[in-house]
Nanobody
Framework: QVQLVESGGGLVQPGGSLRLSCVASGFAFSSYTMNWYRQAPGKERELVVGIRPAGGSTPYADSVKGRFTISRDNTKKTVYLQMNSLKPEDTAVYYC?????????WGQGTQVTVSS
């Protein structure tokens, strides 16, 4: 079955960095666009960025442009989100996502908290 497992979240001070990982299984990873979403407390889930099978990204959310970078390793079936210059407003649960032919799948999420 399809599984998406995120890791790498945690507590970081403003200005710090984190790298999130999402390991996928159960589908042909290298053939699909993978996405990172986030959901802050009391807010709707929002798309941060996606990455196409060959590695090109979809547009970044304006709030993270220039600070976040998405990448993927098809040999490891893993998608990454490098987050630099973190701000308190980046605090959220970050989710990995893939849309297959008939269904959308989500990971369990990883909490990122940016606070001094």
């Amino acid at each position: 079955q399809v599984q998406l497992v995120e890791s790498g979240g945690g507590l970081v001070q403003p200005g710090g960095s984190l790298r999130l990982s999402c390991v996928a299984s159960g589908f042909a990873f290298s053939s699909y666009t993978m996405n990172w979403y986030r959901q802050a407390p009391g807010k709707e889930r929002e798309l941060v960025v996606g990455i196409r099978p060959a590695g090109g990204s979809t547009p970044y959310a304006d709030s993270v442009k220039g600070r976040f970078t998405i990448s993927r390793d098809n040999t490891k079936k893993t998608v990454y989100l490098q987050m630099n210059s973190l701000k308190p407003e980046d605090t959220a649960v970050y989710y990995c996502n893939v849309q297959l032919q008939t269904r959308t799948y989500w990971g369990q999420g990883t909490q990122v908290t940016v606070s001094s």
